[in-house]
């Protein structure tokens, strides 16, 4: 490629951020992050004031100490990944797709194999306050025949893939324990019969695990998220039994005994933030260190915002900084070249990573579809049993239409709000639920949460680039481990 002789440079955009005395920038069209030398930075910094030419900027860097040859690298690679942009050239790379694939390939389904649950969550978005699903009059549990139809659709969609992933939710799954066994055995027999492989996880609320449970999902190397909030006095707060009852007397000796003999799997416990169960840091010390999840991430509860269990801005903020915490103590770890457990620093991580730009803030409806107990598809699993989410049946395939109409809707170049955000390739307007349930339509940017991501990606963004100087070599074990290289 040719140096450029006309035309005139202007900063891209991005966002700056500052990592172990360094500056760094965050390039929002190429989802990259790129560590500045001196020189660099200064004209960039030059840049935000005025467009220079090509002479110009050449000379720019010229006057910082780069040689010629050195400056025009620079300048090819900051075009490349539109940190400069040039009237004379059009941009290199595209922050995402502009419409949505045709037909873009499964990966995975979330089996909803029960709407059933023994626990009655005040919070829950399946049948509480919020709920969209309309169960009435459908199947309380999925039949073993509808079942196996989705295992094979899901590797009949997905064909040309070696791997493919099941999810198994609810309710509460392990009520349907007997057909997750069946369909496990069915689907790694299907295949294996294609030369192909098949993952599992599922999540519970761990009240009705037994030995034979936990040795059958370790045998299966089955992941399993628990969905639990923290020592006794948070977890009965609001994660109680129909008759008010706390479920943490039960659970607690399950849970022990589910870490110690699943060995084949991490083992990770989900928390979900409602008002009064804002804890952070003693609810990470309990599930880490005393009951010894591998993971935990935690989760601001989904609700319209009138729910006697929302979390107020104040909470919002005191959530905020005990996440502060957490990762500063993650990258403590880091740069001992340890793991920590704080999965909400890990995700993103693993993200920045990869270099995801996100088109849609999920695989939903992509990648990914929910089946409810009667076959339905639907986006994921919070849309299972929701009539005006359907987007078909296991038995006749997927509706393309509402299909397109749902991901053309939740694109992040149709939210107007997200085209001056820089986080946008991380978030792209967050969960569809949640913004139906606050919004009433699925492709709404969800705002009351955007300072809220906007200063944590910066701080993920911070210790990430902290790590890159420091113990780089750590970046790359966390990579392994994750399965991201």
């Known amino acids: 490629m040719t140096a450029l002789t006309s035309g005139h440079y202007r900063r891209g955009e991005m966002h700056e951020f500052q990592a172990a005395d360094q500056p760094f920038v965050y390039l929002v069209s190429a989802g990259a992050i790129f560590a500045l030398d001196e020189g660099a930075h200064a004209v ?21 100490g780069y040689d010629r040859t050195d400056a ?59 709920k969209i699903a309309t169960p009435r009059g459908k199947p309380k549990y999925m039949s073993l025949e509808t079942a196996r139809a989705s295992v094979d659709f899901l590797l009949e969609k997905s064909a040309g893939a070696n791997g493919a992933h099941i999810t198994f939710f ?14 496990v055995l069915y689907a790694r ?13 599922l999540t519970t609320n761990a009240t009705l695990l037994t030995d034979e449970i936990i040795a059958f999902l370790s045998e299966q190397e089955i992941g399993v998220t628990v969905s639990m909030d923290g020592p006794p006095d948070l977890q009965d707060k609001r994660r109680v039994y129909k008759s008010g009852k706390g479920s943490y007397a039960v659970i607690e000796p399950r849970l022990r005994k589910l870490i110690a003999q699943h060995r084949t799997r991490a083992i990770t416990a989900r928390v979900t933030l409602t008002d009064g169960v804002t804890d952070v840091i003693r609810i990470y010390r309990h599930l880490k260190d005393d009951l010894g999840f591998h993971e ?78 009667s076959g339905d598809l639907s986006p994921c699993h919070r849309f299972t049993d929701a009539d005006t989410h359907t ?95």
């Not at 290199?92 to 029960?114: G, W, Y």
């Not at 027999?189 to 996880?201: D, H, L, N, V």
């Not at 969960?431 to 009351?448: I, K, P, Q, S």
């Open 44 to 64: 960039l910094r030059r840049l935000e004031h005025e467009q220079l030419s090509h002479a110009d900027l050449v000379q720019a860097l010229l006057d910082t």
């Open 72 to 130: 025009e690298d620079l300048i090819r690679e900051l075009l490349f990944v539109n940190g400069i942009v040039s009237d004379a050239v059009r941009p290199a790379i595209a922050l995402a797709p502009q419409t949505p694939p045709a037909d873009f390939p499964l990966q995975a389904l979330v089996l909803n194999i029960t709407n059933q649950c023994n626990l009655a969550c005040t919070y829950c978005y399946e049948f509480g306050d919020d």
């Open 170 to 183: 609810g309710g509460e799954t392990l009520m349907n324990f007997k057909l997750l066994r069946d369909v």
């Open 189 to 201: 027999e299907q295949a294996g019969a294609k030369g192909r492989t098949i993952g599992f996880s």
């Open 296 to 373: 935990v991430g935690f989760a601001p509860v989904t609700n319209s915002g009138e729910r006697d269990y929302m979390i107020d801005d104040s909470g919002m903020d005191d959530v905020l900084a005990q996440f502060h915490e957490l990762a500063d103590e993650w990258l403590e770890h880091a740069l001992r070249g340890q793991m920590h457990g704080f999965s909400n620093v890990s995700e993103t991580i693993g993200e920045l990573i990869q270099g995801v730009n996100k088109s849609h803030p999920c695989g939903a409806g992509l990648g990914l579809l929910g089946v409810s107990p």
């Open 391 to 485: 987007l078909g049946h296991i038995s006749i395939g997927i509706d393309q239409d509402k299909r397109q109409d749902f991901l053309s809707r939740g694109h992040v170049s149709a939210k107007y709000e997200c085209q001056s955000c820089w986080a946008r390739p991380l978030c792209a307007g967050g969960c569809h639920h949640e913004a139906f349930v606050r919004y009433g339509d699925t492709g709404h940017a969800n705002l009351h949460y955007c300072d809220w991501i906007r200063q944590w990606t910066d701080t993920c963004l911070r210790i990430y680039g902290a790590v890159s100087v420091q113990n780089p070599e750590f970046l790359e074990r966390f990579a392994a481990r994750k399965g991201l290289s």
